[in-house]
T-cell receptor, first 113, second 116 residues
Framework: AQSVSQHNHHVILSEAASLELGCNYSYGGTVNLFWYVQYPGQHLQLLLKYFSGDPLVKGIKGFEAEFIKSKFSFNLRKPSVQWSDTAEYFCAVRSGGYNKLIFGAGTRLAVHP | ETGVTQTPRHLVMGMTNKKSLKCEQHLGHNAMYWYKQSAKKPLELMFVYNFKEQTENNSVPSRFSPECPNSSHLFLHLHTLQPEDSALYLC???????????????FGPGTRLTVL
């Protein structure tokens, strides 16, 4: 069965620190990859997505992610985090069936001023 | 605001109660989804409706009963739930769940359900 693994359940950083959240998926075929963010008390929203082309994808709010096919990974990065980045981050994969997304368990990021 | 609203935002119910969750989308979409979000677990897709027809039931127990009277409204009827059903229930919508090309899902804020 397809699955998505996020390595860290909880990450704590100070402002201006660099961020990298890991995401690995298990599926050998063509995939579309997503990162969603859920700010406290708010709805899930799309941060960035990869469909094809340049494996380095830039999203909103200074986030980027790199698709490494050989490693089945799609890690999320940001060079300098802000307190407002405190949120839960979800990696998701779409494979095969139409609009069906498989989500990871999420990583809760806390940024201290 | 994503154009997807959910009511109520919070719900506490006993195991013998019957309640319903409501989702409404104002985006002109044709597909609607129910997800369950439990702590430290991946979001679980429960049901998918496309043009009011159920296209996916992800082995969800029968104590959860969805209803989609039109493309803008989706309900989740709850009865004889268990404490382990306590979770955040998210609704989402997209243009069409059956297109080969992906169309973005827009999520509502969720209903926080507690089963006592």
């Amino acid at each position: 069965a397809q699955s998505v693994s996020q390595h860290n359940h909880h990450v704590i950083l100070s402002e201006a620190a660099s961020l990298e959240l890991g995401c690995n998926y298990s599926y050998g075929g063509t995939v579309n990859l997503f990162w969603y963010v859920q700010y406290p008390g708010q709805h899930l929203q799309l941060l960035l997505k990869y469909f094809s082309g340049d494996p380095l994808v830039k999203g909103i709010k200074g986030f980027e992610a790199e698709f490494i096919k050989s490693k089945f990974s799609f890690n999320l990065r940001k060079p300098s985090v802000q307190w407002s980045d405190t949120a839960e981050y979800f990696c998701a994969v779409r494979s095969g069936g139409y609009n069906k997304l498989i989500f990871g368990a999420g990583t809760r990021l806390a940024v201290h001023p | 605001e994503t154009g997807v609203t959910q009511t109520p935002r919070h719900l506490v119910m006993g195991m013998t109660n019957k309640k319903s969750l409501k989702c409404e989308q104002h985006l002109g979409h044709n597909a609607m989804y129910w997800y369950k979000q439990s702590a430290k677990k991946p979001l679980e897709l429960m049901f998918v409706y496309n043009f009011k027809e159920q296209t996916e039931n992800n082995s969800v127990p029968s104590r959860f009963s969805p209803e989609c009277p039109n493309s803008s409204h989706l309900f989740l009827h709850l009865h004889t739930l268990q404490p382990e059903d306590s979770a955040l229930y998210l609704c989402a919508s997209s243009q069409d769940s059956q297109r080969v090309s992906y169309n973005e899902q827009f999520f509502g804020p969720g209903t926080r359900l507690t089963v006592l």
